[in-house]
């Protein structure tokens, strides 16, 4: 009897040994991958945005997008699945507009030839798929949206960022190229939704709002925060590099509106990421980033208390953001990996050595 009884608490221990090591190293894992994710946050995030793209993929639900770059230097974007619909691969007009930028910056810079053939095959694109909606010019999307059924759409945040490569095309390329674009797209964020352009006008004189998912089949745009502050950021550059006043007028509507509008995206411990209620996880610190960047160019007091405020959240919801948790989870697993398989060759050995 007592020789069968220590046998079963010999097996006891040999079982819950691991798996105490297992919940000490985890505890460990814990703590140790908060700083770890605060110091290599974006190689976290870029590694946890790997990972959630193959098995979001593999599962059919919503996706991250994924750029992949041809020969020519025209990015498609794979879009995978949105809301369990199959997107797949698209031309993107900003993801044309970016690409195309970056092979200015690098042309500038190393006075490669292949870099400048590809920024003008992304340039080249952008003029063939313009749409002229009297002297607007927009680039149509026609794959879906959650926000619009209908398509197609235009994008102010495309139209801004398109203006801001074709203007540095034609400072690496020569003045007055692109001339007649930019001036299009001038005119599309000056003109409302419903006229086929981007702009929505905010009540009886109260600024214009920049839509980022423009569509005269909605009665309202969605009011996306991040969108309309990166127009704002685009038109101010554009203003001071080329001295023209309808850019600067179109920044002073916008930053009216923004400023009356600005208190509805509060959510009392986070931002919110439109007005229709949606939470802005990882576009929380983007807000306060343009919030930032607003109020040096404008003094406006509003921007800079909100940037306070919005900072203030963050010992509330430190890991609400999903990618950062993403990130977080991610160090933990690889940090609990490592100590675990530490203490288990440790304790191994050491179990080993008695035995001889």
Same mark, same amino acid.
């Given at each position: 009897?007592?020789?069968?009884s220590?046998?079963?608490?010999?097996r006891?221990?040999?079982?819950v040994r691991?798996?105490l090591?297992?919940?000490?190293a985890?505890?460990?894992?814990?703590?140790?991958?908060?700083?770890?994710?605060s110091?290599?946050?974006?190689?976290?995030?870029?590694?946890?945005?790997?990972?959630?793209?193959?098995?979001?993929?593999?599962?059919?639900?919503t996706?991250?997008?994924?750029?992949?770059?041809?020969a020519s230097?025209?990015?498609?974007?794979?879009?995978?699945?949105?809301?369990?619909?199959?997107?797949?691969?698209?031309?993107?007009?900003l993801?044309?507009?970016a690409?195309?930028r970056?092979h200015l910056?690098?042309?500038?810079?190393?006075?490669?030839?292949?870099?400048?053939?590809?920024?003008?095959n992304?340039?080249?694109? &952008?003029e063939?798929?313009?749409?002229?909606?009297?002297?607007?010019?927009v680039? !149509?999307?026609?794959y879906?949206t959650?926000y619009?059924?209908?398509?197609?759409?235009?994008?102010?945040?495309?139209?801004?960022n398109?203006?801001?490569t074709?203007?540095?095309?034609?400072?690496?390329?020569?003045?007055?190229?692109?001339r007649? &674009?930019?001036?299009g797209?001038?005119v599309?964020?000056?003109?409302?939704?419903?006229?086929?352009?981007?702009?929505?006008?905010?009540?009886?004189?109260e600024g214009?709002?920049?839509?980022?998912?423009?569509?005269?089949?909605?009665?309202?745009?969605?009011?996306?925060?991040?969108?309309?502050?990166?127009?704002?950021?685009?038109?101010? !550059?554009?203003?001071?590099?080329?001295?023209d006043?309808?850019?600067?007028?179109?920044?002073?509507?916008g930053?009216?509106?923004l400023k009356?509008?600005?208190p509805?995206?509060?959510?009392?411990r986070?931002?919110?990421?439109?007005?229709?209620?949606?939470?802005?996880?990882?576009?929380?610190?983007?807000h306060?980033?343009e919030?930032?960047?607003?109020?040096?160019?404008?003094?406006?007091p509003?921007?800079?208390?909100y940037?306070?405020?919005?900072?203030?959240y963050?010992?509330w919801?430190?890991?609400?953001?999903?990618?950062?948790?993403?990130?977080?989870l991610?160090?933990?697993a690889i940090?609990?990996?490592?100590?675990?398989g530490?203490?288990?060759?440790?304790?191994?050995?050491?179990?080993?050595?008695?035995?001889?």
């Open positions: 009897m007592t020789s069968s220590s046998r079963g608490s010999h006891i221990r040999h079982h691991p798996l090591i297992g919940l000490a985890l505890g460990v894992a814990v703590v140790v991958a908060a700083p770890l994710t110091l290599r946050l974006s190689q976290s995030m870029e590694a946890a945005s790997y990972l959630y793209q193959r098995v979001s993929v593999a599962l059919r639900l996706s991250p997008s994924e750029m992949k770059m041809d230097g025209v990015p498609v974007v794979d879009f995978g699945f949105k809301q369990g619909e199959f997107i797949g691969e698209q031309v993107n007009p993801a044309v507009a690409a195309g970056q910056l690098e042309y500038e810079r190393t006075g490669d030839a292949a870099a400048l053939d590809k920024a003008e992304c340039l080249t694109w &952008l063939e798929a313009a749409v002229w909606n009297g002297a607007a010019a680039w !149509e999307y026609w879906p959650s619009i059924a209908e398509l197609p759409y235009y994008s102010a945040l495309a139209q801004a398109i203006m801001r074709l203007v540095l095309g034609e400072q690496v390329m020569g003045l007055g190229r692109y007649a &674009l930019i001036d797209i001038i599309s964020l000056n003109t409302a939704i419903v006229d086929g352009g981007c702009m929505e006008p905010v009540g009886d004189d214009k709002w920049f839509a980022e998912l423009a569509s005269p089949y909605r009665s309202q745009p969605p009011y996306i925060l991040n969108g309309h502050m990166e127009v704002l950021l685009r038109l101010h !550059e554009y203003w001071e590099s080329s001295g006043g309808r850019a600067r007028d179109l920044f002073d509507a930053v009216l509106a009356g509008l600005l509805q995206y509060d959510a009392g986070w931002s919110y990421y439109d007005l229709e209620g949606n939470w802005a996880y990882d576009y929380h610190y983007t306060i980033d919030l930032r960047q607003l109020y040096v160019l404008t003094s406006e509003t921007f800079a208390e940037a306070v405020r919005w900072e203030s963050f010992p919801n430190p890991w609400w953001a999903r990618k950062r948790l993403a990130a977080y991610l160090n933990v940090v609990w990996v490592v100590i675990a530490g203490l288990l060759v440790w304790w191994l050995v050491r179990r080993n050595r008695g035995r001889t």
